[in-house]
Structure formats: C-alpha cells, structure tokens
Nanobody, 123 residues
Framework: QVQLVESGGGLVQPGGSLRLSCAAP????????IGWFRQAPGKEREYVAASDWNGAFSDYADSVKGRFTLSRDNAKHTIYLQMNHLKPEDTAVYYCAAGPGGYGHIASTYAIWGQGTQVTVSS
C-alpha cells in the first residue's frame, strides 16, 4: 500500500520558517492532486493548502494565505510546503495527502496519506 512520507518538521521560533517535504518512495505522484492538512492537539484536522496535479492551480486556507506556499517538483516526485512567518497557532502535526481526482478542501478527496510531521512554533 502506498504511503506518503513527510519530513522537515521541527521546532521554530515565531516569525521563523520551515519547509516541509512530502514524497512517496517508489510511487510517482506526478498526476495526483495534493493536499496539506494539519491537526493541533484537541482539535479536528483542518485544511491548509492544495494543488492540482501539475501545480497550475493552488489554493490556501485563509489562515495561511500569504505565508505558506505549496510547490511540487514532479521530476523529484516531491511536494513542498514552504511556511514563512510562522505563528504559535500554526503548531500542529502536518499531513500531506494525494488523490487521483481534483484537489479540494475535504480530506475524503484524498486516498493516500502520510504519517504526519510535527511543527512546533514557540519561543
């Protein structure tokens, strides 16, 4: 069964930056829509960003718009989430997800998920 692998999480001070990566070893994500979601302790999983299969269209949650950028390098079969100007409220486990259809805000849009990577924003 295909599983995505996220990396790049960690501890960062408010105002700092992190870049998350998402890959699927042995599997090509080139024609899959990609979504990023996050889940903070005690809260439901929430949508962060999404992109269609070739990156021509991207969408962001209002809470991260202007600070986060989703990109993909299909040659490397890797998707990135660049996170700038991080805030304490961005602290969560971040998940990437992939699906063969169009991109969307709803988790059920995506069939393949990663195990998540922890992002902690704290001074």
């Amino acid at each position: 069964q295909v599983q995505l692998v996220e990396s790049g999480g960690g501890l960062v001070q408010p105002g700092g930056s992190l870049r998350l990566s998402c890959a699927a070893p042995g599997f090509f994500l080139d024609y899959y829509a990609i979504g990023w979601f996050r889940q903070a302790p005690g809260k439901e999983r929430e949508y962060v960003a999404a992109s269609d299969w070739n990156g021509a269209f991207s969408d962001y949650a209002d809470s991260v718009k202007g600070r986060f950028t989703l990109s993909r390098d299909n040659a490397k079969h890797t998707i990135y989430l660049q996170m700038n100007h991080l805030k304490p409220e961005d602290t969560a486990v971040y998940y990437c997800a992939a699906g063969p259809g169009g991109y969307g805000h709803i988790a059920s849009t995506y069939a393949i998920w990663g195990q998540g990577t922890q992002v902690t924003v704290s001074s």
